[in-house]
């Protein structure tokens, strides 16, 4: 279980999440997939509607925490595309000589 923070988008608002993602016994899998995403603080940082403001405590918790759970993966997934391109590039370059 690691402590961890989200800023994306929920309902039209966007939202900064404090919470624990938690790893899952997923067999064979190499880290294995986070099963669940508990919520323990969350801030409307920008609001859909303005002029028609609602509170963070407001807003479906359970629909809350499965977004940060995707936002979670989505992050991890970026994370991984871009050290493997870094590694890509470094190796293309050790190839030409230039490292």
């Known amino acids: 279980m690691n402590l961890t923070h ?5 309902d039209g608002h966007t939202v ?3 919470g ?4 899952g016994y997923s067999g064979n899998a190499s880290p294995p997939e986070p099963e669940s995403f508990t919520v323990t603080k969350i801030e409307i940082v920008k ?10 405590d407001e807003l479906d918790e359970d629909a ?4 940060a759970l995707r936002a ?12 493997a391109d870094a590694v890509r590039e470094d190796r293309w370059m050790e190839s030409r000589g230039y490292l």
């Open 47 to 56: 609001q859909a509607y303005p002029d028609e403001p609602v509170a963070a």
């Open 64 to 67: 809350l925490a499965d977004a």
């Open 72 to 83: 979670w993966r989505d992050r991890e997934e970026y994370y991984k595309c871009e050290h």
């Open 16 to 18: 900064y999440v404090l």
């Open 20 to 23: 624990y993602h938690y790893a």
């Open 6 to 10: 989200l800023t994306f988008d929920f």
